[in-house]
């Protein structure tokens, strides 16, 4: 069994942390420890040795050495490959994995007291890491005959993000006070087999593997924001809480330019899959209250808007004999909510805005390619899904939610208005390019499959001699097609190949559109 691992454990931020170590620890990536058990030194070690023993210098964190084996790639962050010109040959397995894990908590606070009270608490982190396993182009990799023999290469991200800040003001005459939390998330799974060459005498080779050659690029993501803020005074108090995640970032797992199974021994099924997965939730809360006024906002804001895409890209040519399945999935919810209370003896003024975005591009291709599943039950499947299960068959209860409320009280004037904004607009695309030639024992089956789910709620109440109350809400489930345009938002597609099935030919897109909303206002 071969194994090549690089595995990244990032810093956990935990309250009380230096401000250096927090930079030292997200600007950067610390020495990565091999998931060997057996003395192996870190990865550190080892590129240190490699780049010493060659005498190259660096230049821009990319040494001469490192870009030649890894040619067709970028090199930072965590990687793990089989390079240019490698050959490697195990009676069992090859795993080739680079895992990269986040863990990052962080807690602010502030208290101020006085004639004059002014606070604040705010916490920025933006999060851009690349993360790539990879075989290249000029490199022949070969797994046993068994078919529990497998070859894997593998890329994963997994970040649980959270943060909470507190700020709280009392004072005689004026509060003033904000909460701020922002999370920026933009990180990169790359997994692949192959890239284009020149001369096909120089594609990246596997011969024989009697199980799968999986190759699969991961993201698993919680993002948690949350600020609260409160302010009382005897004269007046203003005050704000905003949270604001935004997740983008790709997830690619892709075969390029390779010949798999193309000699005498034999390849059992290929598996090219990327995968995005994620839990982010905004939540903030603001009061403000005083005997000549209370003033205060709450903005919280959650966009989810990564890229997915798995493909046999072109010049592949594969011959398996079990079958071949192409699959990108998202699974994600998304949620933004948004809360204030504002009290005042004249007046009493608050307004609340939550805006949720769950909108994934999700792509499953086969290019100018060849691929065969030469079994009576081989089949060559592709897949995008959005929020359903790993079979494609139950919804999942998840999407974009959004809710704000918001109350404004006072003896003169009590005014209040709540926005809410939910967004459920993935796109998905499954298609077979022209020029691409596939040959099934079984079925060719292509399916897009989305689940757009989106709810909205607000409530606005203004209280008062004068009461004012406002709310808007907004659900937009779905996209439309483009006035003009002949390209539909989910769609799947055979091009003008050729293609051949023992069985069935399947093409099937279905996309699934919920939108409610609830508004409520009261004065």
Known sequence: KSILSSEDDKAKGEEGDPAGEFSKNLGGYPSSQSTLNDGTPDNAELLSEKMSSAGDDISGGTSDLIGDSMAGSTTAGTTAYVGTGATVAAGDDVNIRAIDRLDFDVVVGSVALGGFGLGGSVAVLNVDSNVQAFISAEATVNAGTETTDDILVHAESVEDLYGLAIAGQVSAGLSLGAQVIVFNVNSSQTAFIGYPVADEANSATINQAGGTVTVEAKANRIVDAEPYGGGLSLGGSLGASVAVVDVTGSTTAYVDDVHIGQGRETVGALAVTAESVADVDAYCLAVSGGIGFGIGGSVAIADYTPTVEASIRNDADITVRDGVTVESHSRADVAAEAFGVNIGGLGGLGASIAIATNAPSITTSIGNATVTATG????????????????????????????????????????????????????????????????????????????????????????????????????????????????????????????????????????????????????
């Open 376 to 523: 009576d039950t081989g089949s060559i499947v592709l897949r995008s899904v959005h929020n359903y299960d790993a079979t494609g068959t139950i919804r999942l209860d998840q999407g974009a939610d959004a809710e704000a409320t918001t109350g404004g009280g006072s003896l003169v004037l009590g005014a209040a208005g709540a926005y809410a904004e939910a967004n459920a607009t993935a796109t998905a695309f499954a298609g077979i390019a022209a020029g691409a030639t596939l040959n099934a024992g079984a079925d060719v089956i292509v399916v897009s499959l989305v689940n757009n789910d989106a709810e909205s709620n607000t409530s606005g109440y203004g209280f008062g001699a004068i009461g004012v109350g406002v709310s808007l809400a907004y659900a937009t489930a779905g996209n439309p097609r483009a006035a003009g345009s002949l390209t539909a938002p989910i769609a799947s597609t055979i091009g003008a190949g050729e293609i051949t099935a023992g069985r069935n030919v399947e093409v099937i897109a279905n996309s699934y559109n919920d939108a409610f909303v609830d508004s409520l206002a009261v004065s």
